[in-house]
């Protein structure tokens, strides 16, 4: 069919299906698709996965250098 | 470790000038802070004094927050803001890189566009598997964690600007793109691209015979 979603245009539209901006016919045309495609099921799982665990991800803690100069800085803002 | 005191008690906390408050702050957001910086000012010590400026200013403004954003969102404002006039340029231009039309996948993971059977769909024995199996331990290990770190260090810098904001410091979208001035539409396709590229890196380290 014409209006078919192929895997490889799935791929480039779940940021935008996640966050809910796809056109109404798309949006439907891509849940129509998932839900008839394994490896596209994956892919979305995986894409929902990445996102929670680099919620998960933390900076770099301070080097001893940086908490001591950001520590003289509120103390002297502090004595002001 | 104690527990996170939320934004209104870290507010109270140091408009009465608690240093553990004020601890707690830079401890979470400092690194974060100069990441970002870097996209306006190449120099990691001008980022890391821009950083230094953004507290003070922080500190000083205390009194004028009127709590009409979220405290964190306040302090990435003001430090893009320092850091703008720092770099000296008003708005940054982004790279080409940033724009490089990298599919999200792979081609060579579908079908041919031409092909009779199944064009553009993934072929066979190229589609994502679940990450079902693979045990909790090593999916929230801090190695897999380092991973998406690396990943992240490697994206063009307003593809990791973006998707730090958004994935890691869980600002919203339109916080994002008052603070970095980019459109909407642009914020999405830079964090839908360095998405693709971290769940990419993840697939490469779970799954490597994919």
Redesign the interface.
């Given at each position: 069919m014409e209006n078919e979603m192929?895997?490889?245009?799935l791929?480039?539209l779940?940021?935008?299906y996640l966050?809910g901006?796809l056109l109404e016919d798309v949006h439907v045309q891509f849940e129509n698709h998932l839900s008839g495609?394994?490896?596209?099921t994956?892919?979305m799982?995986?894409?929902r996965?990445?996102?929670l665990?680099?919620?998960?991800?933390?900076?770099?803690?301070?080097t001893p250098i940086?908490?001591d100069?950001?520590?003289r800085?509120?103390?002297d803002?502090?004595k002001a | 470790m104690e527990a996170q005191l939320d934004e209104l008690t870290l507010l109270s906390l140091l408009r009465q000038r608690d240093e553990t408050a004020f601890t707690q702050l830079v401890e979470q957001y400092h690194s974060s802070l100069v990441r970002l910086a870097t996209i306006y000012v190449q120099d990691t010590r001008i980022a890391e004094e821009v950083a230094q400026e953004t507290w003070l200013a922080v500190l000083h403004g205390l009194d004028l927050f009127e709590g009409r954003s979220s405290l964190k969102t306040w302090i990435f404002t003001i430090l893009a803001n320092k850091a703008k006039t720092r770099g000296g340029r008003e708005t940054r231009t982004i790279s080409y890189a940033d724009w490089e039309d990298r599919p999200a996948v792979s081609p060579d993971r579908f079908n041919d566009s031409s092909a009779e059977k199944w064009p553009d769909h993934w072929a066979r024995g190229s589609a994502p598997a679940s990450w079902d199996e693979i045990p909790e331990d090593l999916l929230l290990s801090q190695e897999t964690l380092n991973i998406i770190r690396e990943a992240i260090d490697q994206l063009p810098e307003s593809q990791r600007s973006v998707i730090a904001l958004h994935d890691m410091e869980e600002l919203s979208a339109q916080e994002i793109c008052n603070i970095l001035e980019i459109s909407e539409t642009n914020q999405r396709v830079l964090l839908h691209r360095a998405r693709s590229r971290v769940r990419q890196a993840l697939e490469d380290y779970l799954q490597p015979e994919h």
């Open positions: 192929t895997c490889k245009e791929v480039e779940v940021t935008d966050e901006t495609c394994d490896g596209c994956s892919y799982e995986q894409m996965q990445t996102i665990l680099t919620g998960k991800v933390r900076e770099e803690n301070l940086q908490r100069d950001l520590l800085l509120f103390r803002w502090k | -």
